[in-house]
């Protein structure tokens, strides 16, 4: 099939966000509800419902002629279900149904959030003209995607390039994953935050307890501070050495708050990534920030879904 | 092209093994020499020379319409050179265009050593149908190669799947690869054997203190034997979670010498597979034993010489 507008929806723990992508990578209208994340099924399924008949009312909206989502995950293309972690109302949800359902029959493709924004960072962003791509949000929690051969690599299920829960330290701290020593478990904002403060940072004046208050920490000088950074740094280095070894990519974009922390996140990852990625075919290997940006979920999922249902733009 | 018989090699560190395979997977002539390992690159080819030259006095000979090349790694497929590391006397050795001229221009595909036991598994052996699948090798060091998508993933360089070097802990002891925590250096013979002897495990009468003998010890019951196993285990689960996470795989099968010990490895393989497997799309992972036996290698790089150049056998 042929569709030059695609209705994306990026579903989040916090947010519905939904939008008419154009062909070119614009978005011609978009709608947006909070995610009634304690609420129980049903309800959430209406909340996606009320974005889509938001974009249904846009005069564009007759040209649509496919649904790309992108999902919290873990979610199960094959199924057609979602069961995301922050969305407890949702287990085994069979969101595609429902949503074909809503459109009237249009095709529905589904992808997790981090192939989303990979297929975004893939189409128009830093993993551009790619043959072999990581790309990463390093944020509230650490997720992915995989470009392999030129091509989006979702995986069967969708989830492909999950590197937040590779363990990178078998022996380390438990994940809320129920496994152990997960890029997640050391790289994530939060773990940032807790890492510092148990080693004895403090934030200034505001409070703030945030990783980005203790990027500015680090880049004033506080050893904690970027001691705290280094270590995250180490674990995203290994577990990106770990994909390039793996699968052979030439590069690896990362997005998300923690990558706004800038040099104090990518110069000890540049580092640590000499230490692990040694073989001579991941030797030199690139890391980029992401250039995307917060529609990168939305563009993704019509991206994922163009490529997915093999239409052109 | 179309070729029904192709010459195969499988270069390693030992010997230098041909084999002409035909569509079947049968082997219709064979020819072996050591390698000369310590000596120059030309005498190294030399004797890659001389086992072509064997297999061209076969009557079957003017069939092979290709050579398939599987080496020691890492190669470099782009490049078509070779750096096994432990023939010194190749660094970029230019392996493919040598074999070409040998062979009067027919054409010569090149992949490492663990694609192309991976080809063969995928072809005929445990991976036989599996649409995502990694298969290793544990012996005096860890090797592999993947299936993605029903096809054999060897990456642009013909590296991909070198699961024993990448790191399953950030903090662990140097690799001779110059990284750290590789899971060969955790779960490799060599190394299995090493921990044992390091925490007292002593070998019987005849002195044998190969990681044969550990697995031996361990299913008589030595705790320290079974320990060291219980470690490589560990590392080896921990790397199959983590490809199973990142490009979403249905079973890893697991020859080599250490793959031999049988349940003193496999057992506890499974059980920490149940602990680093965590996400719902990698749970329930298959792993069974390799089944294609010392040819692998040689079958395994006619197989993918028939991948790489779209021919079916």
């Known amino acids: 099939m ?12 916090t947010k519905i966000a939904g939008a008419l992508v154009a062909g070119d990578g614009g978005l011609l209208a978009r709608a947006q509800r909070p995610t009634p994340a304690r609420a129980e099924g049903g309800a959430v399924m209406a909340a996606v419902g009320e974005v889509l008949d938001e974009l249904a009312a846009s ?16 979610v199960d293309a094959k199924a057609g279900t979602v069961s995301p972690v922050n969305i407890p109302g949702w287990r085994d949800y069979p969101l595609v149904s429902g949503v074909r359902e809503h459109v009237g029959g249009l095709p529905v493709t589904l992808v997790g959030d981090g192939v989303a924004m990979t297929a975004a960072e893939h189409w128009q962003g830093a993993a551009r003209g790619r043959a072999g791509a990581l790309c990463m949000v390093v944020s509230t929690g650490v997720g992915g995607g995989l470009v392999l051969g030129g091509r989006l690599h979702p995986g069967p299920t969708g989830n492909a390039g999950h590197i937040g829960h590779i363990s990178v ?6 994940c809320p994953c129920g496994g152990r020593g997960c890029v997640e478990r050391i790289a994530s904002g939060p773990n940032i935050a807790r890492r510092a403060l148990e080693a004895g940072w403090r934030p200034a004046a505001d409070g703030d307890t945030s990783a980005a208050a203790v990027a500015a ?86 991206a994922a879904c163009w490529e997915q249902l093999g239409a052109g733009a």
């Open 169 to 174: 330290d078998l022996d380390g701290d438990p």
């Open 59 to 74: 005069p564009e909206w007759p040209r649509a002629g496919a649904v790309g989502i992108g999902s919290a995950g873990p």
């Open 2 to 13: 042929h569709t030059d507008l695609v209705a994306a929806l990026d579903i989040g723990g």
């Open 217 to 302: 920490a680090a880049r004033d000088g506080d050893p904690v501070a970027a001691a705290s950074f280094g270590r995250a740094a180490r674990a995203l280095a290994a577990g990106i050495a770990a994909t390039a070894t793996l699968v052979e990519i030439e590069i690896a974009v990362i997005g998300g708050g923690v990558a706004n922390a800038g040099d104090v996140l990518f110069a000890p990852l540049r580092e640590a990534l000499d230490e692990f990625a040694t073989l001579s075919f991941v030797r030199g290997l690139e890391v980029a920030p992401a250039q995307m940006g917060t529609d990168a979920g939305l563009v993704g999922a019509a």
